[in-house]
């Protein structure tokens, strides 16, 4: 089974094929253009979609020594993202089904991140525990079985990936700013600033009192941006350890509520080198199965779509072309 996916909901144009065993082209174009603005600009996303949807789909079918023809599925992110962005895919995705005959599949963006822990030989098993951390999203989801998810609790104001390129702008960083702290923090020492980390019943987070608190910490400096190119790789140590730490205790207090034994890590901040690290000892002490994508598979990508799209095909969850797209999607 050939399922082309193609993924548009924020700021990378991704188109990937997936044979059924593995994945044979994953191409991401990546929109520089919203450094310079600090965050994602929606309209100007949708324009670079529209300028590379074309040769990235193509791109991915050359790479995968495919036609169009070879195609059996089309899996197309439907939500959750930026409603002008989602429409690029979802209309070049709806072009090209008309055009060939093959089905259309809807795929939820954020179940896409949990299930690119597919893309690899060994595979989770039911019941496992995902969590989702990535530029929109906060979560810890319970997969019971394929498709059957239940949200146990989720960010009451920024998301982790967020939180990460906010406080970094914060230090003078460009867009995203998380690889970039996750670089520097490998260089500095997370115990020189106590930042707070919010003390929150259940599942929930928030990530807004740390982002203020970084605020005055570097307000009460007579020279802020010397104080920061002192202590650049402290901060991003101290910060890094203030955003993954509430995610590692919350994952280990789930385990153990629902006594499961598969966790898995899903979503751009999963790249995060703190974080990994963090969860391989959690998961060594609690004697778990740990997944976490490979790099490739971690930010947004149409691989995570295309297997998604092919978990869906085999069970029938066929769209039609009157799929819509939702910006905010559970
Ligand atoms: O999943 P993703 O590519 O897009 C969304 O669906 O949001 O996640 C992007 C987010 C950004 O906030 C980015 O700064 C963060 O993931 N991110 C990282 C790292 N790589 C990407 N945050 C911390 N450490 C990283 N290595
Ligand atoms: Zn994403």
Not at 253 to 274: H, P, Q, R
Request: net charge neutral.
């Amino acid at each position: 089974m050939n399922v082309l996916g193609i993924e548009s909901s924020c700021d990378e144009t991704s188109a990937s094929v997936w044979n059924g065993t593995s994945i044979l082209s994953n191409v991401i174009a990546s929109q520089a253009i919203h450094e310079q603005f600090g965050g994602v600009v929606p309209e100007l996303a949708s324009r670079a979609h529209q300028q590379k949807i074309w040769t990235t789909v193509e791109q991915a079918l050359l790479e995968a020594k495919l036609s169009v023809q070879n195609i059996d599925y089309i899996a197309v992110t439907n939500g959750p993202g930026l409603m002008g962005a989602l429409l690029v895919g979802l209309s070049f995705a709806k072009g090209l089904a008309l055009q060939t005959g093959k089905p259309i599949i809807g795929v939820n963006h954020m179940d896409a991140h949990i299930y690119a822990n597919f893309i690899g030989e060994t595979k989770p098993e039911f019941p496992f525990l995902a969590l989702t951390v990535s530029g929109g999203h906060t979560q810890i989801v319970l997969v019971k079985n394929f498709f059957e998810h239940e949200l146990l609790g989720q960010t009451r104001d920024d998301a982790a990936g967020e939180a990460f390129d906010k406080i970094g702008k914060m230090l003078g960083l460009t867009y995203p700013a998380g690889p970039q702290i996750d670089k520097l923090a490998k260089m500095g020492n997370k115990k020189t600033f106590k930042f707070p980390q919010a003390k929150l019943d259940g599942y929930e987070f928030s990530y807004s009192g740390l982002k203020t608190s970084v605020l005055y910490r570097l307000k009460k400096e007579a020279e802020p941006e010397v104080f920061i190119a002192q202590n650049l790789n402290d901060l991003c140590a101290s910060i890094s350890d203030a955003i993954t730490e509430p995610l590692v205790k919350k994952i280990k207090k789930a385990v153990l509520e629902y006594d499961v034994k598969t966790v898995v890590l899903a979503g751009g901040v999963s790249a995060n080198g703190m974080l990994r690290s963090k969860m391989k000892t959690l998961a060594q002490h609690l004697k778990l199965n740990l997944f976490v994508p490979d790099m490739a598979y971690c930010t947004d990508n149409a691989a995570m779509i295309a297997i998604t799209g092919a978990l869906k095909a085999e069970r029938g969850m066929i769209d039609t072309l009157g799929l819509k797209p939702f910006a905010s999607l559970s």
